[in-house]
């Protein structure tokens, strides 16, 4: 019988199919499009160690899928004939331990999901992103995401208690404790977190939980320029301290692009600058006054001249309002045109010499070529994209120089080429190039351990191939 066939009888038509897979076959970014054998869709961890089994038996290699928005192609599959093993059926939630601060979730839950169930419970998951409506816990873990909320509580791998996980072979590792403090050996949880599917398949996890904020204050900052930005970016983390949830930046050239695509985006403030910040402070606390403490500080920056500009959100819409602005950034340039994304991060004290360097450069490669750094101030994270000079429909060929230039001094300047999406299929080139030969020995010696035959998303994290091959 064939392995289409045996997945058929296994999970039926509602849980496998073979035709109308251009959804889970294409990319969010359309960059990569192979037809897989089919789609299994299974409705619990027996029948996705069973698809794991079978596929082992005949060869054929899988990519896990989650809701599918990776930005690196990391969750479609690399070749025409795998299969594609989609969690959305998985996507229970609960139970809710109100008084252990924690929830059990199957790895295809919707992440906006699960916030609007804990929505009345006075509890909060604090992970927060632009894809948050379509992208699953389980793509969230395998990818270690971060999002705007990661200075203050961490990344996926800090919010993950327990995990379940079918291995390659098809055997289910059951780590679903519920314990932070969980020093019993290598921290197995941390592996599969970032992992993206080439470890094996992660099936539900136990969340970590925080009392849902009782106030809140938002301000949207003007700085005169990229310098003025680090010295903000510092005194807020200092002056706001454990209060401080989100530090987030863009730059007017950003703006620029969002205001001129996006219909009904309004620009708040009459003064337009080089760069703008966007500040959160919340407490689950009755007894703090975060608005007074925001106001305190700002009155500091202003008075230091760190700041010329800004606002205080009067209310949620206004909230909103400024939200929008800096979550707008990546689909404004996404409507400009012809693009290229760089996730990256660098110590946070070398944003500034970092964005003003890297400007040089590509300056001197690609004359009048646009830039457009946005992303999280607090945490050293950029999203470094670029648009083409005016009048030029594309990059000619200095695409893969542009960003091999980008990925070298973000890693020279400490950081790293991939900061929270991961490398999907888009960027292992460029990662296994800038690895040292221990750390790239490391990764393949830890994906040959525990998926020996290449099973699992084969051309991410290691280089294709199999990584038996490449360890000889
Ligand atoms: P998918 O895209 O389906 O998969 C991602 C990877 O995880 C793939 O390698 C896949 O094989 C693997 N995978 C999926 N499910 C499982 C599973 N159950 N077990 C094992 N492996 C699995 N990311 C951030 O970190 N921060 C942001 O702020 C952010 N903003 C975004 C904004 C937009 C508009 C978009 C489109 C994306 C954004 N992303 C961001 C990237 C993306 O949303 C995240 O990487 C997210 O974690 C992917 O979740 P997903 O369910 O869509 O996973």
Redesign the pocket.
């Known amino acids: 019988m064939t392995l289409a066939n045996e997945l058929m009888d296994l999970l039926g038509p509602v849980g496998f199919q073979t035709e109308d897979t251009d959804a889970y076959q294409t990319?969010?970014l359309r960059m990569q499009d192979h037809t897989p054998m089919g789609v299994a869709r299974p409705k619990n961890t027996a029948e996705v160690a069973e698809v794991v089994r079978l596929a082992n038996a005949a060869d054929v290699s899988i990519?896990?899928?989650?809701?599918?928005?990776?930005?690196c192609a990391?969750?479609v599959p690399g070749r025409a004939g795998q299969i594609i093993l989609s969690?959305s059926r998985m996507n229970g939630i609960s139970p809710i331990e109100s008084d252990a601060f924690c929830v059990t979730v199957g790895?295809?839950a919707v992440l906006a999901n699960l916030h609007e169930v804990l929505a009345d419970q006075d509890l909060i998951f604090p992970m927060?992103?632009?894809?948050e409506g379509?992208?699953?816990?389980?793509?969230?873990?395998?990818?270690?995401?971060?999002?705007?909320h990661a200075l203050r509580y961490g990344?996926?791998q800090d919010l993950v208690l327990g995990l379940e996980?079918v291995l390659p072979d098809g055997q289910v590792w059951n780590g679903m404790r519920s314990v932070q403090k969980d020093n019993a050996g290598y921290q197995l949880r941390k592996l599969?977190c970032g992992?993206?599917?080439?470890l094996?398949?992660?099936?539900r996890a136990c969340l970590r939980l925080f009392p849902a904020p009782v106030s809140r204050a938002t301000a949207l900052l003007v700085v005169e320029d990229i310098q003025a930005l680090m010295s903000l970016g510092q005194t807020l983390r200092r002056e706001l301290g454990e209060v401080l949830t989100a530090l987030e930046f863009f730059s007017d050239i950003g703006l620029e692009l969002a205001l001129l695509h996006l219909e009904g985006l309004k620009y708040p403030l009459e003064t337009r600058s080089a760069a703008y910040v966007l500040v959160e402070v919340e407490t689950s606390s009755g007894h703090i006054d975060v608005a007074q403490l925001l106001e305190a500080v700002l009155a500091e920056c202003f008075a230091a001249e760190l700041c010329i500009d800004g606002a205080l959100a009067s209310s949620d819409a206004q909230r909103a309002v400024f939200w929008r602005l800096r979550e707008e950034m990546?689909?404004g340039q996404r409507l400009e045109g012809p693009q290229i994304k760089h996730?990256i991060s660098v110590p946070v004290a070398k944003v500034a010499p970092f964005i003003a360097e890297m400007g040089g450069i590509l300056e001197q490669l690609l004359p009048g070529i646009h830039i457009n750094p946005f992303g999280h101030l607090g945490d050293g994270n950029i999203h470094y994209n670029l648009s083409p000079p005016k009048g030029q429909s594309d990059f000619g060929d200095l695409k893969d120089t542009l960003s091999a230039n980008i990925y070298r001094m973000a890693e020279d300047a400490g950081g790293s080429l991939a900061a929270?999406?991961?490398l999907?299929s888009s960027k292992i080139a460029y990662a296994d190039e800038l690895r040292s030969p221990v750390e790239r020995q490391l990764m393949r010696q830890i994906k040959q351990a525990i998926d020996q035959s290449d099973v699992m998303?084969p051309g991410?994290i290691v280089t294709r191939g199999g990584p038996q091959d490449k360890l000889s």
Not at 128 to 131: I, N
Not at 195 to 198: D, F, I, P, R, V
Not at 200 to 203: E, F, K, W
């Open positions: 990319d969010w990519t896990p899928q989650g809701g599918n928005t990776s930005l990391g969750a969690l790895a295809g927060h992103l632009g894809a379509t992208a699953q816990i389980g793509g969230l873990i395998a990818t270690n995401a971060g999002g705007s990344m996926m996980v599969f992992a993206e599917g080439t094996g398949i992660v099936t990546p689909e996730d929270e999406h991961g999907g998303n991410v």
